[in-house]
């Protein structure tokens, strides 16, 4: 069972990027995800991390905030890409953002843009 599961999983959309697609399409959601996948959210759980490394909530989160940084360095305003986030109200991307880059936007990208972000996390972009 298991490893039909998988199959099924991998042969719908095996390449991570397709991953990254649905989870745009499913606005960050991990229920909104598993059903894109037609699969329940517990059989998610059990099987995303096998493809992707993680559990499905930890990569959202990873994905979001790795969209962010690229539509703040495109030049979009702190509001439009919330709103592309699927935010309804910016302080909460606010505070999740800062949560996860362990600085806000404003900070980043300032003046002293490029010697922050050489400090942030590690992420291939």
């Known amino acids: 069972m298991r490893l039909r599961i ?14 990254e697609e649905l989870a745009r399409k499913a606005n960050w959601s991990v229920i909104g995800l598993a059903e894109l996948r037609h699969v329940s959210v517990r059989t ?3 099987y995303f991390p096998e493809v ?3 559990p499905p909530k930890e990569w959202l989160i990873e994905q ?3 969209r962010a940084i690229e539509m703040l360095r495109g030049g979009a305003s702190v509001k439009e ?3 592309e986030l699927g935010y309804q109200q910016v302080h909460n991307f606010l505070r999740d953002f800062k949560r ?9 990208f300032g003046s002293n843009q ?3 972000l050489q400090n942030m996390k590690t992420v291939a972009f």
Do not use: F, H, N, V
Request: aromatic share 8%; hydrophobic share 25%; charged share 35%.
């Open 6 to 19: 998988l199959c099924k999983m991998k042969t719908r959309s095996g390449k991570m990027e397709d991953w």
């Open 44 to 46: 998610l759980q059990r």
């Open 52 to 54: 992707s490394g993680r």
């Open 64 to 66: 979001r905030m790795k």
């Open 81 to 83: 890409t919330a709103s």
């Open 100 to 108: 996860y880059w362990g600085s806000s936007p404003k900070k980043i």
């Open 114 to 116: 490029s010697k922050i």
